[in-house]
């Protein structure tokens, strides 16, 4: 039965990342510090999306972010050229990122020297979902090309997070996706989600974006 | 030392697969049904290829079709109203699909009746490259709105397929994609891939697709 195996093993370490996730995110609020836990599918826009954020913020918040993948270093490459911190999360085949792993990276990134961590974790809309990384926020993005009807497919990662960004809306024109079907499908789901639709590449809809993070920035700080 | 134990029990897990695997290759052998197994991320287009080969192929084949979803039945519905067999093969959490949950589903489809069998996989372009689910020829999608910078994240899935389809080349003009960077990435990862560029939405480059199947079918057939 090595399936029950499997389960009862994932059960553990989903247990025990709860416990470093807890402590991990009391560390953040000591610092005064907000993260955010930024999921996908791969090419959904992760990359561009925390590059807009960085432009629109650096001249008010110091920034730091945690490139989560796979393989490769080219989105970290992409993020320091926008003149902040970053650190790349290898995953070595890992199809999501735990508490543990995102511990490492803020020895490095040092979170009492920061307002605002990116973690962009692995693209991927399934295993993610399954562990908390610490985070004060989930976000996870939806890109129109990919259909209206996700959340019928990958309920728990609708559950889990805090806001939708619909990325890609300029492309609305020639892919069918129904903003107001993704709505209805994902309310039962998560009633209290909040949805941004918006476009990292006109940049359409990116302020309602940004002021959301700046009152999560500033509720950190004022606790 | 969690992440040690879950690799042990995956190694495991793996080991196992591979022997139900090689065991389901040789029932469909046998059965002279030709299998493939079709991965991509979510909303890159696997439904969109099922039925656009269903439509190019029933005239000629017996087509029997697997869904794996974590959750939901929708495409098994849209697949059926295609006139062909289907299966859905619900996951109930899990990213991938190994060689039991196909050797289940082969008991309700039945090979010995049918001469091609396309499972979808779960989107997801991590999990789904480490289980063989038992198919004669892996294919994986990637589509235009991804980016092509995907064979530098996800190398395992790009090593083990034996196809590349590009997906949704109707929207090259509004995305950023190179074909040939794409190729140039995946070469040193494996040489032997085919690619296919087309688009399930205006059908071009659907034919050199079915072609290829067609062989595959043929090659089966004749063994």
């Known amino acids: 039965m090595d399936e029950i195996r499997l389960i009862d093993v994932k059960e553990d370490i989903l247990a025990d990342n709860d416990t470093v996730a807890a402590q991990l995110r009391d560390r953040l ?19 561009s999306l925390v590059v807009q954020t960085i432009d629109s913020l650096k001249k008010d918040y110091r920034i730091g972010v945690i490139e989560a993948d796979i393989d490769s270093t080219v989105d970290t490459e992409t993020v320091l050229k926008h003149g902040v ?26 979170p009492d020297t920061l307002d605002l961590i990116i973690l962009e974790n692995v693209g991927n809309l399934v295993c993610p979902a399954e562990f908390d990384t610490g985070a004060i926020r989930n976000v996870m993005i939806l890109s129109v090309p990919e259909g209206d009807d996700k959340p019928l497919k990958y ?69």
């Open 29 to 47: 609020r000591k610092s005064k510090a907000f993260m955010l836990n930024l999921m996908a599918s791969p090419g959904a826009g992760k990359t």
């Open 155 to 223: 309920p728990l990662m609708f559950s889990i997070s805090d806001v939708l960004v619909i990325n890609k809306i300029d492309a609305l024109t020639i892919f069918d996706f129904d903003i107001d079907a993704v709505e209805k499908r994902i309310r039962p789901l998560n009633p209290d989600i909040q949805m941004f639709p918006l476009s990292c590449k006109t940049g359409e809809g990116i302020d309602a974006w940004v002021n959301w993070l700046r009152q999560e920035i500033k509720k950190v700080r004022s606790e």
């Open 85 to 110: 911190q970053a650190v790349q999360l290898r995953t070595g085949g890992f199809c999501h990122v735990d508490a543990t792993m995102v511990s490492r990276c803020l020895d490095t990134l040092q």
